[in-house]
């Protein structure tokens, strides 16, 4: 099965720029989607179809890949971006949606 | 506004059946390309896709959970049932629903609040 791998952990200072990546095999010619997960809290997107944003989801989170990485960047990190953060995708070949392994962001 | 509900046991005992379901309200199950999904996230690990169905009723799963699941519209227009037969301690979780939108290959967004299935004897 498709197999997403995202780094345990990134640590982060304040008003800084945290890059989240997420690794997959040809990952590149799928739409990736990236969501956050506060403590406690539902996930939200935040990303979807590689680089767009939802509405109400600042710009200083974008999306961008290659070929086999995809990569959520949030730019001048504030506290209140320390999350879990998820990269999400459909696999046309299993017939299913697929998650990566999760990153926890740490805002120093 | 989009909005959905889980609701469902907080404990089952091992070998029982789970029947979640999720109530949605702010769009229609009917509309075409409108579909519910299932996650889980046990505590302290990462989020796990379930199944899904679309607004033809057609439904995908997870293929390491698919003989234990089952999803289905409910009786009511705007729910959605999910079972998973067979429980064990290790399908402790939360369990979300969310709303995937313009087909069954998109996004999840919004998601529910979740709700806590906690399986033990």
């Known amino acids: 099965s498709y197999v997403l791998t995202q780094p345990p952990s990134v640590s982060v200072a304040p008003g800084q720029t945290a890059r989240v990546t997420c690794g997959g095999n040809n990952i590149g010619d799928k739409n990736v989607h990236w969501y956050q997960q506060k403590s406690g809290q539902a996930p939200l997107l935040v990303v979807y179809d590689d680089s767009d944003r939802p509405s109400g989801i600042p710009d200083r989170f974008s999306g961008s890949g290659s070929v086999n990485t995809a990569t959520l960047t949030i730019s001048r990190v504030e506290d209140g971006d320390e999350a879990d953060y998820y990269c999400q995708v459909w696999d046309s070949s299993s017939g299913h949606h697929v998650f990566g392994t999760g990153t926890r962001v740490t805002v120093l | 506004q989009v909005t959905l509900r889980e609701s469902g046991p907080a404990l089952v005992k091992p070998t029982q059946t789970l029947t979640l379901t999720c109530t949605v309200s702010g769009f229609s199950l009917d509309t075409r390309g409108m579909c519910v999904t299932w996650i889980r996230q046990p505590p302290g690990k990462a989020l796990e896709w379930l199944a899904l169905?679309?607004?033809?009723?057609?439904?995908y799963y997870n293929t390491s959970l698919k003989t234990r699941l089952s999803i289905s519209k409910g009786t009511s227009k705007n729910q959605v049932v999910l079972k998973m037969t067979n429980l064990d301690p290790v399908d402790t979780a939360t369990y979300y629903c969310a709303r995937i939108s313009g087909g069954h290959v998109n996004w999840f967004d919004p998601w529910g609040q979740g709700t806590l299935v906690i399986v033990s004897s």
């Open positions: 169905i679309d607004w033809d009723g057609d439904s």
